[in-house]
Nanobody
């Protein structure tokens, strides 16, 4: 079964760093882009960063210069390096892959279970 497995969240003080990982597990052939999203209590889910199949990246204005998204195709994994964290970065972070081609066919719009990031002031 194809699924996304996230890790790396936790509690950190303001100014600290965390690295999130999202790995596509299962028998897969290819996948296109992957995005990291976050949702804080009482707020809408927002896209934080995305990396395309060609390695192009895009960031939300609120994280530019602080977060870096990267992909390791050999490991089917995407990383989100988060530096200079702020209390307003506190949220549940999710990864998403729009299209995964696997042994059982094409799977659309796959989400991970999420990982909590809490930044204390």
């Amino acid at each position: 079964q194809v699924q996304l497995v996230e890790s790396g969240g936790g509690l950190v003080q303001a100014g600290g760093s965390l690295r999130l990982s999202c790995t596509i597990s299962g028998s897969i052939f290819s996948w296109n882009s992957m995005g990291w999203y976050r949702q804080a209590p009482g707020k809408q889910r927002e896209r934080v960063a995305v990396v395309t199949s060609g390695g192009n990246t895009n960031y939300a204005d609120s994280v530019k210069g602080r977060f870096t998204i990267s992909r390791d195709n050999a490991k089917n994994t995407v990383y989100l390096q988060m530096n200079s964290l702020k209390p307003e970065d506190t949220a549940h972070y999710y990864c998403n892959v729009p299209v995964i081609t696997g042994a059982r066919g094409i799977k659309l719009d796959t989400w991970g279970q999420g990982t909590q990031v809490t930044v204390s002031s």
